[in-house]
């Protein structure tokens, strides 16, 4: 079974500055998706950005980026200007050929004003 | 659109009691998932759909059942409730549009099993 992993449990970041979240994935699939989700308080599960494992250049949506690093199986989320609103639980997921998605356990994110 | 509608939002039960847990989607979606997600874990599968008239287990199915009534509705239901199922349970749904596939989420269903 394919494993997801973010070591950190909590991160903390200040408005308008970067912060990076790390995820690592085990699989032995050459074709597969990798996700990023957002979960604020209100536990709705909000997509954030997808990244196609064929695929070599990093998505990005708005201040939202990815560092994908195929070989080392890593798969990190940046945000750029970080804002209030980005506080919330992140998860990284993987999907291969079958239908399901394999989360991670998640990292708190806090912002400073 | 409404997306991903669940319901109820909230519910209380006493071990042994049924209930069942409705999921309805308006996208058109052929796939359908039932997720659960406890403390300090990521959410994971219990059953999906991988289109109207199927269903097959995911990774935590013992004491649920599922039915997909029709392409827009995926219901999960308890048949004699546990504390170990106090949970908040997530439906999603998704399709593949140029090979590229995104499951989206309902707002949850947080279950309280005394």
């Known amino acids: 079974a394919q494993t997801v992993t973010q070591s950190q449990p909590e991160m903390s970041v200040q408005e308008a500055e970067t912060v990076t979240l790390s995820c690592t994935y085990d699989t032995s699939e050459s074709d597969y998706y990798l996700f990023w989700y957002k979960q604020p308080p209100s536990r709705q599960m909000i997509l954030v950005i997808r990244?196609?494992?064929?695929?070599?250049q990093n998505a990005t949506e708005n201040r939202f980026s990815v560092n994908f690093q195929k070989a080392a199986k890593s798969f990190s989320l940046k945000i750029s200007d970080s804002q209030l609103g980005d506080a919330a639980m992140y998860f990284c997921a993987y999907r291969s050929g079958g239908y399901a998605l394999n989360f991670g356990k998640g990292t708190s994110l806090l912002v400073t004003p | 659109n409404a997306g991903v509608t669940q319901t109820p939002k909230f519910q209380v039960l006493k071990t042994g009691q049924s209930m069942t847990l409705q999921c309805a989607q308006d996208m058109n979606h052929n796939s359908m998932y039932w997720y659960r997600q406890d403390p300090g874990m990521g959410l994971r599968l219990i059953y999906y759909?991988?289109?109207?008239?199927?269903?097959d287990k995911g990774e935590v199915p013992n004491g649920y059942n599922v039915s997909r009534l029709n392409k827009r509705e995926f219901s999960l239901r308890l048949e004699s409730a546990a504390p170990s199922q106090t949970s908040v349970y997530f439906c999603a749904s998704s399709s593949r549009r140029e090979g590229r596939e995104t499951q989206y989420f309902g707002p949850g269903t947080r279950l309280l099993v005394l």
């Open positions: 990244q196609e494992a064929y695929k070599q």
């Open positions: 759909s991988a289109s109207e008239g199927t269903t």
